[in-house]
């Protein structure tokens, strides 16, 4: 032990700076391994599905004789082949792991093609003969709707009496309109290889954001209890939802082939069958009426939601819920109705995507307030600012949450300030009076989004952390990373909790024999959940330091410091790998669990009210864009957001969330246009005819800023969650564009989502 000083080492603390990615420096170099560039174990069959070819029909039988006739194949595995429960192990139980007697969508799964080499299995694939009796299929919601067809049974929520209100409202405006989905578009396919294992265990490495669910699933299908089966998932390339449910398919198709063949199935599916068989964001149709007064304050709003769910339920339930739940955004809803069916269509079935229904609730309401202001003439920011959440009255949601964080006009108004926003309105008007084809519109809004899984269940974490002799810190959590930085992000969680260089601290892959039970990496609650149980556990290892360093000293463990890679207490400082080492010595446990479930959080689903959420997170976005009227072309020209994350644990990663939030949301409202034809056929269904936002569709001005208040709440570090909500900052591009096609003489409330060219042009009348 050095002599006593007792001045402690002062370093940059980990949290709240902003640490390079942990696995950027691999990923620039190609090193990072994905599921697909593990070396496979020798015997490796590969799969390829055989999808229908139809939407709905009977299926009557199949021929396989000619694909299993090529030269490399080694056999084929249907419905039959399952060797526990035919119906996957989803929250509604009402999708086979493989068709059998009906087929319900184009693309889904009848069986698959094992063979020695993945393209083998793929040209062998088309060769199994379909023999299917074609029934009408049902692919509108509207269809759906009126068959009262649905995947799940209807909600309604109220509050107040909206019939009334809208009675003795000085205004009404009633319309209907839709918004379409989205692909999830990950940079890595769907991909799963399973590997059977001695006395009937299995290993299963799979591209997923829900590696228990994954576990769940495979033992189900496989009828061997849950211990059997270890998933493991180190990243995926991309995620957003579409592998929170339907990585799941994948891993069960393989394993039921493993099962049957005795050897490990890899099955990755090629972008083209990705579109066709997984499914997309909800696409929803809205009518409404809504009642104000001269202002614009709301009076009251009758609202029906219709999501596109398509043939199972898989989240739909939870997803058209979070919808319900967002539909107020910002904005206090005094005597609201609003009713939501849940439509099944012969369609792929409908998944999880960021926002998660919040995006296909904020919607409805921004496009409400916008199409008030143009009714009266107002300015459409003096509108929502009219109907904003107050902090001491007119501050209950409408499922009866109190907004206790409100910071909602603040944030507003200083970005209004920070963009220009009311000296840029007075510049676009006078623009677009001197120029007859360009026109340009502007539009500022806000977001308010619930953090926390609406089901009260799935609010828990578990991590590990161990210390190793030589002072190296592990630690596994149940979070999965997906390049959004959650293991950096929990590394420098751990660091500052053990006083150590984050440089010390490794997060290893996400593995369900290590952390089990463990919830999906969803509803932007990872760091919130994970990081807290890996800080719970490093606090663990970092109190039996403490209390074998007190002891050495003679003075109180709340005396010992942690920092800098040292340990002080009042008689000296000690290296962070001396301590270590002597506490191995004297047999300190230097590993530990951690625990969290998130406090305060209770809803009952039967009454439709409660606190779903741990608290809000917010931001507003200004957005102007420029329309070409003879061509129904734009652009998007300047875009400023302030965003709360509260005090950020990495701003880095933050403010790179928060621009690929908006980027992706901005494709939703814009150019990605998902078209069946009347067939169910997915005509959209590769690079060529789907199309995401490039680079240049990025603005050129494109300004982040954030906003400084930590989380009012008792969240890791102060910090808030910020995967989802920025998505959503992206509805501003959607109103600047109504806004520029008023400008020009057209038909804002006639404009559906998404805008495309087309779109445009239709409004103008064009």
């Keep these: 032990m050095n002599a006593p000083d007792h001045t402690i080492t002062t370093l940059p603390l980990a949290a709240g700076t902003s640490r390079v990615h942990e696995s950027a420096r691999a990923q620039v170099a190609g090193l990072a391994t994905y599921v697909d560039d593990m070396p496979e174990v020798r015997g490796t069959l590969h799969a390829a599905p055989v999808c229908s070819p139809v939407a709905r029909g009977r299926l009557r039988g199949l021929d396989a004789t000619a694909a299993l006739a090529m030269p490399g194949v080694r056999g084929f595995v249907g419905a039959a082949d399952v060797p526990g429960d035919p119906i996957l192990a989803a929250f509604g139980h009402d999708e086979p792991v493989f068709a059998h007697d009906t087929v319900q969508h184009v693309g889904q799964v009848v069986g698959l093609v094992l063979a020695d080499d993945v393209m083998t299995a793929r040209r062998a694939a088309r060769l199994v003969k379909l023999d299917i009796e074609p029934l009408p299929p049902v692919l509108t919601v509207h269809e759906a709707h009126a068959r009262q067809q649905y995947v799940l049974p209807p909600v309604h929520v109220a509050r107040g009496d909206a019939a009334a209100a809208l009675a003795r409202a000085p205004h009404v405006l009633e319309d209907s309109f839709e918004v379409g989905g989205q692909e999830h578009f990950y940079l890595e396919g769907q991909v799963a290889y399973v590997l059977p294992l001695e006395q009937n265990q299995w290993w299963v490495c799979s591209s997923t954001q829900h590696p228990g669910e994954v576990q769940h699933w495979v033992a189900h299908a496989l009828r061997v209890p849950n211990h059997a089966v270890t998933v493991e998932c180190r990243r995926m390339g991309g995620g957003f939802g579409g592998k929170e449910t339907q990585a799941g398919h994948l891993a069960v198709w393989a394993a039921v082939a493993a099962n049957k063949l005795g050897c490990p199935v890899k099955l990755r599916l090629d972008r083209d069958d990705d579109f066709q068989i997984t499914g997309k964001r909800h696409p929803f149709a809205y009518s409404y009426r809504v009642g104000f007064d001269g202002s614009g304050l709301l009076c009251g709003l009758q609202l029906t939601m219709l999501a596109n769910c398509g043939f199972s339920a898989d989240l739909s339930g939870p997803v058209a819920d979070r919808a319900i739940f967002h539909v107020d955004n910002a904005y206090f809803l005094q005597d609201v109705a609003i009713s939501s069916y849940r439509c099944k269509t012969n369609l792929q079935s409908h998944t999880a995507f960021r926002g998660f229904g919040g995006p296909q609730g904020v919607i409805v309401i921004e496009r409400i307030l916008g199409d008030i202001a143009r009714h009266l003439g107002l300015d459409p920011l003096d509108v929502r ?38 000296e840029r309105r007075q510049q676009i008007a006078a623009f677009n009076a001197e120029s007859p084809v360009i026109k340009k519109g502007l539009a500022l809004t806000p977001v308010k989004f619930g953090i926390s899984f609406t089901a009260t269940l799935f609010n828990q974490a578990g991590a590990l952390v161990h210390v190793y002799t030589d002072g190296s810190v592990m630690v596994n959590h149940g979070g999965t990373e997906m390049g959004q930085g959650l293991n950096t992000k929990v590394a420098q969680i751990v660091a500052d909790e053990l006083g150590v260089p984050f440089e010390r601290v490794v997060c290893t892959a996400a593995d369900t024999s290590k952390v089990p039970n463990a919830s999906a990496t969803a509803a932007s609650s990872g760091t919130d959940l994970n990081g807290r149980a890996a800080q719970f556990a490093a606090r663990h290892v970092r109190d039996n330091l403490a209390a074998f360093v007190a002891g050495l000293d003679g003075c109180g463990a709340g005396a010992v410091r942690f920092a800098g890679g040292e340990i002080h207490t009042p008689k000296g400082t000690r290296r962070w790998e001396d301590v270590v080492g002597a506490a191995y010595a004297n047999r300190i446990q230097l590993w530990s669990d951690g625990f969290y479930r998130t406090p305060k959080i209770h809803y009952d689903k039967t009454t439709l009210t409660g606190r779903p959420f741990y608290y809000f997170a917010y931001g507003a976005a200004c957005s102007e864009v420029a329309i070409d009227t003879l061509t129904g072309e734009y652009r998007v020209l300047a875009v400023d957001i302030l965003h709360d994350v509260g005090h950020s644990i990495n701003p880095a990663l933050d403010i790179g969330q928060i621009e690929g939030g908006f980027v992706q949301g901005m494709g939703w409202l814009t150019t990605e246009q998902l078209v069946w034809n009347a067939k169910g056929q997915l005509t959209t269904h590769a690079p ?42 992206a509805i501003s591009v959607y109103e600047a564009l109504r806004d520029a096609i008023d400008q020009a003489g057209g038909d804002a409330g006639s404009v559906n989502a998404p805008v495309t060219a087309e779109e445009v042009l239709r409004a103008l009348g064009g």
Excluded: C
Excluded at 690 to 696: F, V
Excluded at 714 to 729: R, T, W, Y
């Design 688 to 729: 060529s005819t789907y199309k995401i936002p490039t680079t240049g569709d990025v603005p050129r001005h494109l300004r982040v800023d954030l906003w400084p208040e930590a989380n009012r709440e008792d969240n890791v570090h102060g910090s808030k969650a910020v995967g989802e909500p920025p998505f959503m900052l």
């Design 385 to 422: 600012l009219r109907n904003l959440y107050g902090t001491n009255e007119r501050h209950v949601t409408h499922y009866q949450m109190p907004v206790e964080d409100n910071i909602l006009d603040p944030l507003i108004t200083t970005l209004a300030q920070t963009s220009r926003y009311r």
